[in-house]
């Protein structure tokens, strides 16, 4: 009998850590598709090295957040030299407040980008929890997405993923 393994790297939550009301969620704590493949990831504790992979999605949730505050959402990723596929495609950050909330997104471009990146550069990616949602749907789902243009990309660390409280 032969044992399959899982193709996609599911979150530990242990691997979410709260500061204060901040969190720093290390690429152990993000589903990560394809992460399990040895082909196109490489997943330890302090990064998640992307080989190679045409649909890029890798998500995460923050529970039990604090209602009436807003959240910002970043990635923190380090591009290497020999990254590829990134050319004339853009690279989502979105992010939503509880299972039934809208998402909000912010574009960032790679190309042309080496060493330590924080996405979204520029304006930051906000969401807020409203005072009348339930306690327990006050969840963060967000994530890191290309999937749209099918182009074989690669070269990419995510080294961390940031939910801090801005108010």
Known sequence: MM???KPHHTADPRAIQPVADNFII???GLNIVWGNDPRYWKVTESEAELIQVSWLEVSGVVKE???GKKYKVEFELNVKRDAFG???TQVLVMAKASKTGRY???EAKLSGCEGHVTIPSGEPLEVS???AISDSDANLYFGLYEVWSGRW???IQIIKANVTCIN
């Open 3 to 5: 044992n399959f393994k």
């Open 26 to 28: 290390k690429p152990t």
């Open 65 to 67: 957040l604090k209602k």
């Open 86 to 88: 990134w050319d004339e």
């Open 104 to 106: 909000s997104f912010k």
């Open 129 to 131: 929890f409203p005072a």
């Open 153 to 155: 990309k690669g070269g």
